[in-house]
T-cell receptor, first 115, second 114 residues
Framework: AQTVTQSQPEMSVQEAETVTLSCTYD???????LFWYKQPPSRQMILVIR??????QNATENRFSVNFQKAAKSFSLKISDSQLGDAAMYFC????????????FGAGTRLTVKP | NAGVTQTPKFRILKIGQSMTLQCTQD?????MYWYRQDPGMGLKLIYY???????DKGEVPNGYNVSRSTTEDFPLRLELAAPSQTSVYFC?????????????FGQGTRLTVV
C-alpha cells in the first residue's frame, strides 16, 4: 500500500519569508496524483495545490509552488511571502490513478507564522 | 454554495450508544467518502461510495456502517460506540470531472466517546 510521510511535525516562518514543507511517498505505481491540503483551526480541509505525476512541470498557485521529484518520490510545498493566514496544518496526500477511491494522507505539518 | 455539509459539529457519546453522522452534498458528485482523523495522524478512509446504492470498505471500516440511497446523502452509522472511535470525522465528495478527483470536505464532526 502507498504511504505518505511528512517528516516535519512543526515548522515556523517569519511573516513575508519563504518556507518549504517536505513530503515523501512510497509507491510502485507510475501514474498518480499528489495534493497539498491546508487545515486551518476551523478544521475545514482546503485544497492548496495538486500535481499530476505524468507532468514534469511543477505546479504553482500564486504564492504556493511545489518541487516534484518523481524519481526521488518527493513532493515539497514552498510558500512564498508567508502571511498570517497561512498558519494551519498542512497535509500531503497521494491518490492512485488505478485505485482512485483511496487517498492516502501524511500525518501533517503544523505551520506557525510569526508576525 | 453549501458544498459538503456535516452534522452535528460536536457530539459526546457514552460507550455502547449509537449515532448517525449526517453528510450531504449539493454538487451532484458521484463519489463520497468518510474519513477519520486521529490526533497527530493523517486522515484514514472508513468507507466510500461511487454512486447511489454502491458502497465499499476503506482502510478502517470496523465498527461503522454506511448507506447511500441518494446521490446527495451519505450517512455514517456507529452502532456500539467505543472509546477507540473518539476522533474527528470528515465527509468528502469528488467528481471525475475534477483532475485527480479533488476531494471537497465538510467541516468535520468531533466525536468523543466516554
Amino acid at each position: 500500500a502507498q504511504t505518505v510521510t511528512q517528516s516535519q511535525p512543526e515548522m515556523s516562518v517569519q511573516e513575508a519569508e519563504t518556507v518549504t514543507l517536505s513530503c515523501t511517498y512510497d509507491t510502485s505505481e507510475s501514474d498518480y496524483y499528489l495534493f497539498w491540503y491546508k487545515q486551518p483551526p476551523s478544521r475545514q480541509m482546503i485544497l492548496v495545490i495538486r500535481q499530476e505525476a505524468y507532468k514534469q512541470q511543477n505546479a504553482t498557485e500564486n504564492r504556493f509552488s511545489v518541487n516534484f521529484q518523481k524519481a526521488a518520490k518527493s513532493f515539497s510545498l514552498k510558500i512564498s511571502d508567508s502571511q498570517l493566514g497561512d498558519a494551519a496544518m498542512y497535509f500531503c496526500a497521494y491518490r492512485s490513478w488505478y485505485n482512485n477511491n483511496d487517498m492516502r494522507f501524511g500525518a501533517g505539518t503544523r505551520l506557525t507564522v510569526k508576525p | 454554495n453549501a458544498g459538503v455539509t456535516q452534522t452535528p459539529k460536536f457530539r459526546i457519546l457514552k460507550i455502547g450508544q449509537s449515532m448517525t453522522l449526517q453528510c450531504t452534498q449539493d454538487m451532484n458528485h458521484n463519489y463520497m467518502y468518510w474519513y477519520r482523523q486521529d490526533p497527530g495522524m493523517g486522515l484514514k478512509l472508513i468507507y466510500y461510495s461511487v454512486g447511489a446504492g454502491i458502497t465499499d470498505k476503506g482502510e478502517v471500516p470496523n465498527g461503522y456502517n454506511v448507506s447511500r440511497s441518494t446521490t446527495e446523502d451519505f450517512p455514517l452509522r456507529l452502532e456500539l460506540a467505543a472509546p477507540s472511535q473518539t476522533s474527528v470525522y470528515f465527509c468528502a465528495s469528488s467528481t471525475e470531472d475534477s483532475p485527480g478527483l479533488e476531494a471537497f470536505f465538510g467541516q468535520g464532526t468531533r466525536l468523543t466517546v466516554v
